[in-house]
């Protein structure tokens, strides 16, 4: 079944018009770009609000710029069930992980004096739930790899700010602009933790050799085994944790503790 639409209520708040809609491919296919917008199904809630208020007026640097939200004209940053952005050209590409990890490093510093937003304590979604198990805020699940990986878990006394929590795929590059980050999954951590995140998913999906995570992350691997968890728990809450996925991930998790 194709996806639905904006509708043409959403569509003339934001200024879009239905003559040059293009579904794309991101986004789980749920997204839209008409023109130089893309709009997409918002839920609405305070993280939404929150997070268009953040990024209308944060400054951008030579070293990354994000998408900024486009205002309904009947006020606010949503209509009937959508949300409005300011499209950039651009193209993710998962084997650039220096750069990713460059560009999330000055969007993180431009967050640094942020400071927690409530919304993430209501958070109950299998990705919110998965870092607060890598976090031992939740109790781990039973399964032999997670268990693994908790057993290497060491302390940490880096700071906890407002991250990015996906930002491999979804830091977008243009030639001439600055990189584009788009789709910020909000957590409060460590910005080392965002960091091994993006190194996880290269080494278990985009060609990275798992010998080169330490690496790329200076030698720390301490937030590598955490988000190797988070990444894991993620698949075992969604219910897609298969024999074929532990396959994947065995190398990856062996090398990242043998390296610990």
Not at 1 to 30: H, K, T, V, Y
Not at 138 to 150: I, M, N, S, T, Y
Not at 193 to 218: F, K, Q, S, T
């Amino acid at each position: 079944m194709s996806p639905s639409p904006p509708s043409g209520r959403a569509l003339a708040d934001f200024g879009a018009s239905e003559n040059d809609l293009e579904n794309l491919p991101g986004g789980r296919g749920l997204t839209w770009r008409s023109g130089p917008l893309i709009l997409r199904p918002s839920g609405g809630d305070a993280e939404t609000v929150w997070k268009a208020e953040i990024l209308a007026e944060l400054r951008h640097s030579a070293e990354f710029r994000t998408s900024r939200p486009i205002p309904a004209r009947s006020g606010g940053w949503t209509s009937d069930g959508w949300e409005a952005w300011q499209w950039l050209p651009g193209q993710a590409d998962e084997r650039r992980v220096a750069d990713v990890l460059r560009a999330g490093a000055a969007f993180h510093a431009a967050l640094a004096p942020l400071p927690r937003p409530s919304f993430l304590d209501l958070a109950d979604d299998p990705w919110a739930r998965a870092d607060r198990i890598a976090w031992e805020e939740e109790p781990l699940p039973d399964d032999g790899v997670v268990r693994r990986l908790a057993a290497a878990f060491r302390p940490v006394s880096d700071a906890s700010q407002m991250i990015h929590g996906d930002l491999l795929g979804n830091v977008m590059f243009a030639q001439g602009h600055p990189p584009a980050i788009i789709d910020w999954a909000p957590y409060w951590r460590p910005t080392g933790y965002a960091d091994a995140i993006v190194v996880a998913d290269a080494a278990c999906w985009h060609g990275l050799a798992p010998e080169r995570m330490h690496e790329m992350l200076g030698g720390d691997g301490r937030y590598l085994i955490r988000a190797l968890a988070f990444r894991i728990t993620t698949f075992q809450l969604l219910g897609v944790w298969d024999a074929q996925l532990e396959e994947r991930h065995r190398r990856v998790v062996d090398v990242a503790l043998r390296e610990e």
